[in-house]
């Protein structure tokens, strides 16, 4: 079965430094991989997508995700914060050899940025 | 363009009613999918379709029945509430192919 860890409840960083949101995965095949962000009271946003090729990948916003296979993990990265990254973010994996059309959700790590 | 639009935004009902959480896109998208939010569990797949027709189970299907008669259209179906559905229901869309989900604004369900 898929699935998807967001080790971090709440990751606080100060405007301007570089921030981290992690994920890890398990999937039996080779993954398709995603961060979506979601602000107050707001659906869900696409931030960016791992399906094949380079393992450094950018998204909107600034934002960038590095896949590690052997690390099994997608972790959502930015080089500085700002304020109005402060949202809650979602790590989503999908697993295309398993015969099912399933997005699997972490449960969200809210970032908090510091003015 | 309208997106992904669902309604109502929010609805109390009462433990043992019924009740229809409408989604509808505009997108030509083959797949839609639902999803209930709650605090610490994150997003949870309830039932998905790739296509008109077509529907499957996901993670927490139990207490909910959906159907796919039109590409537009994804109604998720409660038929007897209990207070364990209380959350905020999230639809979600996207094109076979692209991978990239687009969300409805979502709906908060209370269950009294």
């Known amino acids: 079965a898929q699935s998807v860890a967001q080790p971090e409840d709440q990751v606080n960083v100060a405007e301007g430094n570089p921030l981290t949101v992690k994920c890890t995965y398990s999937?039996?095949?080779?993954?398709?991989l995603f961060w979506y962000v979601q602000y107050p009271n707001r659906g869900l946003q696409f931030l960016l997508k791992?399906?094949?090729?380079?393992?450094l990948v950018k998204g909107s916003y600034g934002f960038e995700a590095e896949f590690n296979k052997s690390q099994t993990s997608f972790h959502l990265k930015k080089p500085s914060a700002l304020v109005s990254d402060s949202a809650l973010y979602f790590c989503?994996?999908?697993?295309?050899?398993?015969?099912?059309?399933?997005?699997?959700f972490g449960t969200g790590t809210r970032l908090k940025v510091l003015a | 363009n309208a997106g992904v639009t669902q309604t109502p935004k929010f609805q109390v009902l009462k433990t043992g009613q019924s009740m229809t959480l409408q989604c509808a896109q505009d997108?030509?998208?083959?797949?839609m999918s639902w999803y209930r939010q709650d605090p610490g569990m994150g997003l949870r797949l309830i039932h998905y379709?790739?296509?008109?027709?077509?529907?499957d189970q996901g993670e927490v299907p139990n207490g909910y029945n959906v159907s796919r008669s039109t590409t537009e259209d994804f109604p998720l179906r409660l038929l007897s509430a209990a207070p364990s559905q209380t959350s905020v229901y999230f639809c979600?869309?996207?094109?076979?192919?692209?991978?990239?989900?687009?969300f409805g604004s979502g709906t908060q369900l209370s269950v009294l």
């Open positions: 979600a869309s996207s094109s076979r192919g692209d991978e990239k989900l687009f």
């Open positions: 999937v039996s095949g080779n993954p398709y």
């Open positions: 791992y399906i094949t090729g380079d393992n």
């Open positions: 989503a994996v999908r697993d295309p050899t398993s015969g099912t059309y399933k997005y699997i």
């Open positions: 997108m030509n998208h083959e797949y």
């Open positions: 379709s790739v296509g008109a027709g077509i529907t």
